[in-house]
T-cell receptor
């Protein structure tokens, strides 16, 4: 079956530093979605990327979808304490209906 | 307010005692899904449903049952819970039009089986 991996597993940054998490799939993804889960909360949908090579921005967050549609990245510029949480990528397995999440990257931001 | 409602939020039960976790959404979403979240393993899909009376297994369906008799409800049933089913469970729903809509998650149910 499909495997979706994310690195790093954990990241500790000083407030104001940048942060990047990488998502890699063993198979081609029809699209990729990113979610954020605050400590003690539930995952919240951030964005979806569909096209090969697509780049989208949400304020300080930049999302990229790889040319081969097998990898993606999330970059946060100048992190803030409100960015703390776990970031998950997710996608559909081989254009099917089984929606698979990566294991997540937990971000800690030190004030 | 558009939301996915799960109940209960917390549950402690004993091995073998049947339980049901309810899930309801008010967004008229076709697609609903159950996930369990365990430390180091992320979110793993248990079952999903593309529409009423249509359900399919996810990655970890053993020990669970689901039903989708109405569009808004998607209960998760544990016929004979075991300690390895202690976990944080999330119900989620999305619009099934095309492949590109994000999930809306419920607040979660923390289940402990002793």
């Amino acid at each position: 079956g499909q495997q979706v991996m994310q690195i790093p597993q954990y990241q500790h940054v000083q407030e104001g530093e940048d942060f990047t998490t990488y998502c890699n799939s063993s198979t081609t993804l029809s699209n990729i979605q990113w979610y954020k889960q605050r400590p003690g909360g539930h995952p919240v949908f951030l964005i979806q990327l569909v096209k090969s090579g697509e780049v989208k921005k949400q304020k300080r967050l930049t999302f990229q979808f790889g040319e081969a549609k097998k990898n993606s990245s999330l970059h946060i510029t100048a992190t803030q304490t409100t960015d703390v949480g776990t970031y998950f990528c997710a996608g559909f397995e081989n254009y099917g209906q089984n929606f698979v999440f990566g294991p997540g990257t937990r971000l800690s931001v030190l004030p | 307010e558009a939301q996915v409602t799960q109940n209960p939020r917390y549950l402690i039960t004993v091995t073998g005692k049947k339980l049901t976790v309810t899930c309801s959404q008010n967004m008229n979403h076709e697609y609903m899904s159950w996930y369990r979240q365990d430390p180091g393993l992320g979110l793993r899909q248990i079952y999903y449903s593309m529409n009423v009376e249509v359900t399919d297994k996810g990655d970890v369906p053993e020990g669970y049952k689901v039903s989708r008799k109405e569009k808004r409800n998607f209960p998760l049933i544990l016929e004979s819970p075991s300690p390895n089913q202690t976990s944080l469970y999330f119900c989620a729903s999305r619009n099934n039009q095309g492949i590109g809509y994000g999930y809306t998650f419920g607040s979660g149910t923390r289940l402990t089986v002793v």
